[in-house]
């Protein structure tokens, strides 16, 4: 993997570095602009980040500290370019970190193919390792920062779902996906 750090995205998808199409590909049925993106991410984030959260209150009364409650929801923050290296990781060539901080977002982008495995793994491992795993040591030992963190990084990580239900409801088996521009594409690979 070759991280190159592209700087501010200037909303035009054809500035963003990619390989040709592949023949027969076919698109994604996702979102086409970073703005559509970026406001369903952040309604989903908002949502999952209540959705953990909420129900955690009746077993960790987070009042009891509220440094903890206050990090919990201020770190995640700083985990932000800590979770795109953790895509960038399971990339093989070049991969290309962009930040779209006015539409509230960081990305990372390639253009090589990967399988639908690769491509899920890739998409939640930052999630794993900063949310769902903080959350449920939170959780286990009742400890509001851990859990708190966890939450609001698992919600942070919204945008990945969509590309993980993208990738797993309509790759077939077999198929491979890469990124054109902002938007995914499947294909099946010469034999």
Partial sequence: MRLHYKGKYNLDPSSIPHGEHRPGAVAFREFKT?????????????????ALIVPAAFWIPFYENRQQ?????????????PHELLHAVCFQADVYLYTNLSQGMLFVTGPEDMSKGRFVFMSLLPNIVLGFLPYLAGIAFRVPFPLIFGAVSTGMGAGD??????????????????????NSFWHFPPS
Avoid: D, H
């Avoid at 970073?34 to 209540?50: C, E, G, P, V, Y």
């Avoid at 239900?165 to 077999?174: C, D, S």
């Fill in 34 to 50: 970073t703005k559509s993106l970026s406001i369903a991410a952040n309604l989903a984030a908002f949502a999952i980040i209540m």
């Fill in 69 to 81: 409650m206050v990090l919990g929801f201020i770190l995640p923050l700083a985990a932000l370019l």
């Fill in 161 to 182: 779902y969509f590309n993980v239900f993208n990738a797993l409801t309509q790759m077939p088996k077999g198929a491979r996906t890469y990124i054109y521009q902002f």
